[in-house]
């Protein structure tokens, strides 16, 4: 599987964004896909994943109620909306796919797409 993010841009803050990852390749049901975040400086954290089969979520406490993840299991492809954004948003965000939601069982990366927020 290769996955490839898209989306990212400059928004001002309280705008929305819409991240791509597009996977090429099989994603088997068990699997989870998701999105990480790095910051300048910072290390790279955890920002939502999906359960590919069963669509289950799971969200970072910072973003829960602001980002929502999905997935189109026609076009291979997740989701991330990111609405009510902050300029602490700003970082480069990465998808993965992995055999769960953990950070530590992600297995495949994306290229990250930049996301700026202004104040």
């Known amino acids: 599987v290769q996955l490839q993010a898209s989306g990212g841009g400059l928004v001002q803050a309280g705008g929305s964004l819409r991240l791509s990852c597009a996977a090429s390749?099989?994603?088997?049901?068990?699997?989870?896909v998701g999105w990480f975040r790095q910051a300048p400086g910072k290390e790279r954290e955890f920002v939502a994943t999906?359960?590919?089969?069963?669509?289950?979520?799971y969200y970072a406490e910072d973003v829960k109620g602001r980002f929502t993840i999905s997935r189109d299991n026609a076009k291979n492809t997740v989701y991330l909306q990111m609405n009510s954004l902050k300029p602490e948003d700003t970082a480069v965000y990465y998808c993965?796919?992995?055999?769960?939601?953990?950070?530590?069982?992600?297995?495949?990366w994306g290229k990250g797409t930049q996301v700026t927020v202004s104040s």
């Open positions: 999906i359960r590919w089969g069963a669509g289950t979520t």
């Open positions: 390749g099989r994603i088997f049901s068990s699997s989870a």
């Open positions: 993965a796919a992995g055999t769960s939601p953990d950070y530590y069982d992600m297995r495949v």
